[in-house]
């Protein structure tokens, strides 16, 4: 238990431990998810409007760490909950929901003020644990669940240049209507551009259809961010998309699977079945015939987790303890190809991004592996995509301890929030493509 105690004591000394109570709920009954009541606000309408991007409804959000500011604004800004439309994998409408932070600070770049869209990294697959819950209540620790904002620096940091900031809670999450499908490159890819159009119809939003955009995103973020930026062309090119920051992406998910098994995130292993089970019809196959009862249990009682109940509840468990076989969940998917076509399906790396990409990844990583993220800025420069690649030299802080992977997000964010900004501002980068054949 000491182990796993000192990862989760890792993570949770980036946050303050503030706690605010829920404004009072929708008509409709709430949720409740691990003894959290999820507001009723968070369950879609039985029909949403058309297109993707619209406004569904919207309410006033008290952030949980904000000041009074001299001129009577509130720091760092104004927040409102959001619920918007997008498209699923399948090609379905989705409601999705977030959160849009005016800033208090002003714009001193060109043209009007531009806007960050957030992909948060790795919270879990609760409804609790949605990022939205987090801007208002940055630490839940209630004996079921554990779940902190340990992207409220970053968001908060962002609002500090004056860039407006629009959060998503990616698909599913938050929003009561399905199980939120993790590291689905399409849904998350939608949500964050559809974040980006929303953002400008939100009631006292000063963003425009001219503001630039920046994509922000760390781990399942910055996946989402790398989604978000191949999938602009085609899916959003009304975003006018600045600069994308992708800090150590899920670009491989099969490579992924293999490093968080058994580490201090296991559980991270049950929301991506989860989620990919619920989405893909031959995975699910595979994933009935070859569980076993406890993997079974493990499965459902990590839907409802956040990330500090998984690393509490299933830190450095192996998958083979959830098979008929013995063989690991990995291992089973390889063996079908159909199931890892479906895997295969949600590689990042195959269509060229738009605009100036910033991947960062830290050499030691070895939950989010290091080599299958530096392949994804490889295979970009390979479709002559403006790349801007940094390997971040750590020394070894502890296998499979999540320490490995944390450490670069906290490293790197100062200059990550300044290359961004510098995109917004409209100034140009330079590709370091050609340092890759040497770069590690």
Known sequence: MSRISSVLTTVVVTTACVCVSAPPAAATDPVV????????????????????????????????????????????????RLMYTSTDSAGQPVAVTGAYIEPSAAWKGSGPRPLVVVGSGTMGQGDQCA???????????????????????????????????????????????????????????????????VARSVPGASVTAASRVGMYGYSQGGGASASAAELQSTYAPDVPLAGTYSGAPP???????????????????????????????????????????????????????????????????????WTTSGKSLAEIIAAEPAAQAALDKQRIGTMRPTGPVRVVTGVQDDI???????????????????????AVQ?????????????????????????????????EPTRSNCWTMPVQR
């Open 394 to 426: 750590l020394p070894n802080l502890g296998d499979k301890l999540l320490t490995n992977h944390l450490a670069p997000l906290l490293t790197d964010q100062g200059d990550a929030v300044e290359w961004l900004t510098d995109r917004l501002e409209g």
């Open 251 to 321: 670009a491989d998910l099969t490579a992924v699977m293999k490093g968080i098994d058994g580490s201090a995130l296991a559980g991270a292993l049950g929301w991506s079945i989860n989620g990919f089970a619920q989405a893909e019809p031959e995975l699910r196959r595979v994933v009935e015939a070859n569980v076993n009862a406890t993997g079974r249990a493990a499965l459902k009682d990590i839907s409802t987790t956040c990330v500090g109940d998984a690393i509490l509840g299933y830190g450095f468990t192996k998958s083979t303890k």
């Open 33 to 80: 998810s691990r003894g959290v009541t999820i507001p009723a606000f968070y369950t879609p309408p039985t029909e949403l409007p058309a297109g993707n991007g619209v406004l569904v409804r919207h309410e006033p959000l008290r952030l949980g760490l904000s000041l009074p500011g001299l001129d009577g604004r509130t720091l760092p800004g104004t927040a409102t």
């Open 131 to 197: 990022p939205s819950l987090a801007l208002q209540n940055p630490l839940t620790l209630n004996g079921q669940t554990v779940s902190f904002g340990y992207e409220t620096l970053a968001v908060y940091r962002l609002l500090a240049t004056g860039a407006a900031v629009v959060v998503t809670d990616y698909v599913g999450l938050g929003a009561t209507d399905r199980l939120h499908t993790y590291v689905n490159r399409v849904d998350e890819g939608h949500a964050m551009l559809d974040a980006a159009r």
């Open 368 to 390: 989010v592996p290091h080599e299958q993220a530096r392949r994804l800025a490889v295979d970009w420069c390979k479709k002559g995509g403006d790349v801007t690649y940094k």
